[in-house]
């Protein structure tokens, strides 16, 4: 069965340090995908990045950047140089290729940035 | 372009009232989904639909019910509301739940409020 967690359950950071939210996924499937999703306080969920098993390249998006390691079943998120608009719950999210139909998500990190 | 909109946005029932939300997207999505958020228990599916008039159960069907009569709407019934299901409600959408590009790439609603005394 697939499973997603997310250890941290909340992080306090000052501006300008750097954080890595971390994501530990279960799957039996080979093929499957990874998804990052950020929760504002506004309440409405928003995409970052989707990810598929056969690519393992790390993905830099300006001061986000992902690092998936199929060693160690893991797809962390570093913010570097947080600011406070960073300040959101993170969720980790997982889907398999014989059931692409379900997202599983993670428990979620909340993040605060504090100035 | 409106994305993914749920009525009502806050909702207080008491036990064993019967409510009705709505999800409507206007993006031609084929999939739609249902999904509860509760605190320390993330983003749990209940229901979803991969196409109109198709229905399939999620994580935690039970207590629920949804329909989707037209691509655009998706509805999930409470028959009998329960405390246990006072939570946060929110809808989704996407275009596709195969490998495509877009597959799970879920465009959310601003979710539902929902209270049961």
């Known amino acids: 069965a697939q499973k997603v967690t997310q250890a941290q359950t909340e992080i306090s950071v000052v501006e300008k340090e750097d954080v890595t939210l971390d994501c530990v996924y279960e799957t039996r499937d080979t093929t499957y995908y990874l998804f990052w999703y950020k929760q504002p306080p506004s309440g409405e969920l928003v995409f970052l990045i989707r990810?598929?098993?056969?690519?393992?390249q790390n993905e830099i998006s300006g001061r986000y950047s992902w690092n998936f390691q199929k060693s160690t079943s893991s797809f962390n998120f570093t913010i570097t140089a947080s600011q406070v608009v960073d300040s959101a719950v993170y969720f980790c999210?997982?889907?398999?290729?014989?059931?692409?139909?379900?997202?599983?998500f993670g428990t979620g990190t909340r993040l605060q940035v504090f100035p | 372009n409106a994305g993914v909109t749920q009525t009502p946005k806050f909702r207080v029932l008491k036990t064993g009232q019967s409510m009705t939300l709505l999800c409507a997207q206007d993006m031609n999505h084929e999939y739609m989904y249902w999904y509860r958020q509760d605190p320390g228990m993330g983003l749990r599916l209940i229901h979803y639909?991969?196409?109109?008039?198709?229905?399939a159960k999620g994580e935690v069907p039970d207590g629920y019910n949804v329909s989707r009569l037209k691509k655009q709407n998706f509805l999930l019934g409470l028959e009998s509301a329960a405390p246990s299901q006072t939570s946060v409600y929110f809808c989704?959408?996407?275009?596709?739940?195969?490998?495509?590009?877009?597959?799970?790439?879920?465009?959310f609603g601003a979710g539902s409020r929902l209270t049961v005394l």
């Open positions: 639909s991969v196409g109109e008039g198709t229905t």
């Open positions: 999210a997982l889907s398999e290729a014989r059931n692409t139909d379900k997202l599983i």
């Open positions: 990810r598929n098993s056969f690519d393992e």
């Open positions: 989704a959408s996407s275009y596709s739940g195969q490998g495509g590009s877009g597959a799970n790439v879920l465009t």
